[in-house]
């Protein structure tokens, strides 16, 4: 079990910059597979990124690619979203999930269903 906080998020122009932080406890992160998902309101989430246990393997939405990089430091049991060049396209409630994969460390997920934690969200608004 599991808990997730994310912050970081908030209001920033067409362009800046956020870094997304999600804070795990009551685990041990090296344990798990670690994504991102958005949601903006009537659409459904969808992934945005995702690491391996190691950070050996990554996963970018088409969406984000080489705007956004994913990281974790497993020694502080924190995993990260750096948003460069963010756009208004980019607004949503962005979420921070973990799934348990004790079998390997190069593994990551993409789906939803996939991941068995969740942090509250915290909204990334990007004006015009």
């Known amino acids: 079990q599991v808990q997730l906080v994310e912050s970081g998020g908030g209001l920033v122009q067409a362009g800046g910059s956020l870094r997304l932080s999600c804070a795990a406890s009551g685990g041990t992160l090296s344990i798990y597979v670690m994504g991102w998902f958005r949601q903006a309101p009537g659409k459904e989430r969808e992934i945005v990124s995702a690491i391996s246990r190691n950070s050996g393997t990554t996963y970018y939405a088409d969406s984000v690619k080489g705007r956004f990089t994913i990281s974790r430091d497993n020694a502080k049991n924190t995993v990260y979203l750096q948003m460069n060049s963010l756009k208004p396209k980019d607004t949503a409630v962005y979420y921070c999930?973990?799934?348990?994969?004790?079998?390997?460390?190069?593994?990551?997920?993409?789906?939803?269903?996939?991941?068995?934690?969740w942090g509250q969200g915290t909204q990334v608004t990007v004006s015009s």
């Open positions: 999930a973990a799934k348990r994969h004790e079998y390997s460390t190069w593994n990551v997920y993409t789906r939803r269903a996939d991941y068995d934690y």
